[in-house]
T-cell receptor, first 111, second 113 residues
Framework: GQQVMQIPQYQHVQEGEDFTTYCNSS?????IQWYKQRPGGHPVFLIQ?????EVKKQKRLTFQFGEAKKNSSLHITATQTTDVGTYFC???????????FGAGTRLFVKA | SAVISQKPSRDICQRGTSLTIQCQVD?????MFWYRQQPGQSLTLIAT?????????ESGFVIDKFPISRPNLTFSTLTVSNMSPEDSSIYLC??????????FGPGTRLTVT
């Protein structure tokens, strides 16, 4: 079935270090979204990518969508303790209305 | 964006009973989604609810166990029926308020004893 793989499962960083999480699908996606879930909270929409090779930035966060629209990444530059949480990618396939979530990457930031 | 409220925020229930979770949105939306999330896990879609039609359930979820109502464009309920401890989880409703943008309610933390 359709599946979105996400790695790593966990990442421990020192404050100020960079962080990257990766998502991969075996099938071409029509779009990909990224969400952040703080501990004890609910997922919060961050951004969506639609175009092949698209790159979007939100302050220290950089989101990329692969040329083949099968993979995506989220990179955080110079992490801060406020970045702590779980980052989910979520993909949608052409013709579908269901969003498929990756397993999530839980980020721990040590001050 | 959309603002979503859920009730109750948490509950502890005895096995064999049922709990109905309410989801209210501050704007009219076509589709509402119900998810389940185990602690530390990803989100699993239970069903999609369109106003005026029966909900569409994902594999592994059935209407008898998780009946859903969608009486209008701003409200939905999910009932967890004949509960067992395996139903202990966080239940989240969400809506799509913009193209491919999902917004989630705060969740209902259910514990079944």
């Amino acid at each position: 079935g359709q599946q979105v793989m996400q790695i790593p499962q966990y990442q421990h960083v020192q404050e100020g270090e960079d962080f990257t999480t990766y998502c991969n699908s075996s099938t071409t996606l029509s779009n990909i979204q990224w969400y952040k879930q703080r501990p004890g909270g609910h997922p919060v929409f961050l951004i969506q990518l639609v175009k092949s090779g698209e790159v979007k930035k939100q302050k220290r966060l950089t989101f990329q969508f692969g040329e083949a629209k099968k993979n995506s990444s989220l990179h955080i530059t110079a992490t801060q303790t406020t970045d702590v949480g779980t980052y989910f990618c979520a993909g949608r396939y052409t013709g579908g209305f269901k969003t498929i979530f990756g397993a999530g990457t839980r980020l721990f930031v040590k001050a | 964006s959309a603002v979503i409220s859920q009730k109750p925020s948490r509950d502890i229930c005895q096995r064999g009973t049922s709990l109905t979770i309410q989801c209210q949105v501050d704007s009219q939306v076509t589709m509402m989604f119900w998810y389940r999330q185990q602690p530390g896990q990803s989100l699993t879609l239970i069903a999609t609810a369109n106003q005026g039609s029966e909900a569409t359930y994902e594999s592994g979820f059935v209407i008898d166990k998780f009946p859903i109502s969608r009486p209008n464009l701003t409200f939905s309920t999910l009932t967890v029926s004949n509960m067992s401890p395996e139903d202990s989880s966080i239940y989240l409703c969400s809506v799509e308020a913009g193209p491919y943008e999902q917004y989630f309610g705060p969740g209902t933390r259910l514990t079944v004893t």
